[in-house]
């Protein structure tokens, strides 16, 4: 970890020198768009709340190492090994108790890595085992939140978090959610999202869902272009009419650079000339009507979708100025934050403030809110916040 690192010796958390990149990185504000609320709970949480309700299959009984064990399963190259992940931290949110402390908690460590604005993202249909109906699952998400916004704000670290509810793509309830969503949209619930395996469940499967929250005026975004090509792109903006492409990241395999495919040479493409870069009609689509892309480095290293920070894709579409985003994905097993993989880029892909202040803003402008509100924090919050960091 780059932030927020521990000193061998002890518990103690090391803060950055003062002045160093990672200093102003912590201290810059930050906008995420992309986190998954059950992707991003405390060990010692999870410990916790195994111990009240009685969940005894953790693989490890004290915070330490259940952390190493998540961040070492999701690197572990096996996709079995890493949706094993998930089924733990699922089972001690399945009360309304557990939901609430996980949400309040979620809030508060955004709060303190600098995040002023999230959208977190659940799927309700997987908190319902202990007899929980899915009104009741997003009421107790939502108390969360606002206890951990009043904390926060108390502390000195103002945010804004509201929620996505998620359909899982190989289920059939993404009407039935997308319903609640509009239902809950003037109580803390910003919009929509499909998750899960994108290869063999296409967004196409979700039609009636996605045609019912364009009749309702709801945002909604759609996880594409992760583990998939440009097939899933195109079905989620064509389609669906996705608002927003959860990752997105291989829109670049509709990008020629020197007549090459991106990922024949990721290293010569991020460095050619523009005259040398030829835009698909899908990848120049998305960049003509500024479709936000909701980028994951770490977690797209995890999954395959990239090789490395320094070759991720993200810098060469930064480059060509489509509308990218950076989010966490999953924090626990990315074992990341905001400042981290802000960092990552700024060390390892040789960004500056100034692209950080840029796709911050992108991320704000993107934002599931209304537009005077999404002004507010742009003007009286980030770019504040960025021209401090520059005094």
Known sequence: MIFGRKDKNDDTTVAPEPGSVEDLVLRAPKALLHDHLDGGLRPQTIVEIADEVGYDALP??????????FRESADSGSLVRYLETF???LAVMQTADGLRRVARECVLDLAADGVVYAESRYAPEQHLTAGLALEDVVEAVNAG??????????????????A??????HAAKSTEIAELAVRYRDHGVAGFDIAGAEAGFPPTRHLDAFEYLRRENAHFTIHAGEAFGLPSIWEAIQWCGADRLGHGVRIVDDILVHDKPFADDPAKALDADPADIYLGLLAAYVR???????MCPSSNIQTGAAESIALHPISLLKRLR???????????????????????????AGWTLDDLRWVTIN?????????????????????????????
């Open 60 to 69: 490890a009984k004290d915070a330490e190492s259940l952390g190493t064990w």
């Open 87 to 89: 089924d733990h931290t």
């Open 145 to 162: 939140f606002r206890e951990g916004e009043k904390e926060a704000a108390a502390a000195g670290t103002p945010i804004r978090v509201t």
């Open 164 to 169: 996505l509810l998620t359909a899982m793509r």
């Open 288 to 294: 003509d009507t500024r479709i936000p892309l909701e």
């Open 322 to 348: 489509f509308r990218v985003t950076v989010n966490t994905d999953n924090r626990l097993m990315s074992g990341t934050s905001m400042s981290r993989e802000m960092g990552l880029l700024v060390n390892e």
């Open 363 to 391: 991320a704000m402008k993107s934002a599931f809110l209304p537009f005077d509100e999404r002004l507010a924090i742009i003007e009286d919050v980030v770019k504040p916040g960025y021209a401090a960091l520059e005094a």
